[in-house]
Structure formats: C-alpha cells, structure tokens
C-alpha cells in the first residue's frame, strides 16, 4: 500500500523537482490531503451532520451549547488526526528513529496547539467578522499547515542522531 501510495504522489513530482526536494513535495501531498480531507469532513459535520444548528450539552466542565462550528472543528480535527499522523509516519517521515507512541503523543500535542488557534481564529472569522465558516476554516488551514510543516519535521517526526 504505501509503494503504492508513494508511486502515485511521485508520478506527479517531477514538473516540481527543481523546486521541492521530493520530501518536502510528500509532505505538501499527504497534508494535502489531510487538509482537503478536513475540510471536506468540516463541512459535512457542518452541514449534514449538525445542520447548521448548535448543540445543547449537559457535561461538566464544558459550554452548555456549543456552536455548529465549533462542534464541526471537533468532529473534522479527529478525522484529521487520524488521516494525518498515518500518513505523515508512513509515508513521509519514514526515516525517524522515534517510538511510535512518542511521534503520536507529540503529533497530538501540535494538532492539539493548532486546534487552539484554529477556535481562537474561527471564532474570531465567524463571530467577529461575519465571514462564513467554511470559507474561514479553508483560509485557517492553509496558515496553520504552513507552521505545522517545521513542527512535524523537526519535533514530532525528527531524526536522532546516533552518538
């Protein structure tokens, strides 16, 4: 499967090859992904699932209503999750010598900061300014996967050096 998957995104590498090194292109191709798959589950959650309503909640410590848009961030970030780390851990960052549990642990950690700021900023884009939510999520994870690249390179799915 993952043979398969690489000689898919590498068929479309070479118009790229004197611009990305062929890590950085597997990088942009399984976030991308994981982006459009985010944003597709987001306004499906949205849309489909919660119908543009917010949901009443009786749980301690949590909002008694939680907005629609909020609640589809949840639903869309633990598909994320999922579609992500798999495809970061065995697709492009193949060669980091870190337990799996470690990577998973610190590629929740980011996706949980990215998570903060991605309710800090929907909220803001929706509440604040007025814009659509869909919209304002696709313009959110284009920023954020631009920070989350370095993050993923260097902390969660970095290499150690043997002494």
Not at 72 to 85: D, H, M, Q
Not at 107 to 132: C, D, I, P, R
């Amino acid at each position: 499967m993952r043979k398969a998957l690489l000689r898919i995104i590498d068929f479309f590498y070479p118009p790229f090859s004197r611009w990305l090194p062929i890590h950085t292109f597997r990088y942009m191709a399984s976030g991308g992904t994981t982006a459009v798959s985010g944003i597709i589950s987001y306004y499906i959650a949205y849309n489909w699932i919660l119908h543009q309503k917010s949901i009443q909640v009786d749980f301690p410590f949590v909002p008694k209503l939680i907005t629609a848009h909020s609640a589809a961030l949840i639903i869309s970030t633990v598909i994320s999750f999922l579609i992500g780390f798999t495809l970061n851990k065995y697709l492009v960052f193949t060669k980091s010598n870190i337990k799996g549990r470690i990577q998973m642990f610190r590629y929740a950690t980011v996706l949980t900061v990215n998570f903060g700021l991605n309710l800090a900023m929907l909220k803001y884009m929706v509440e604040g300014l007025h814009f659509y939510p869909s919209i304002s999520q696709a313009f959110i994870t284009i920023t954020l996967s631009l920070c989350s690249y370095f993050l993923q390179k260097h902390f969660t799915f970095r290499v150690k050096k043997s002494n």
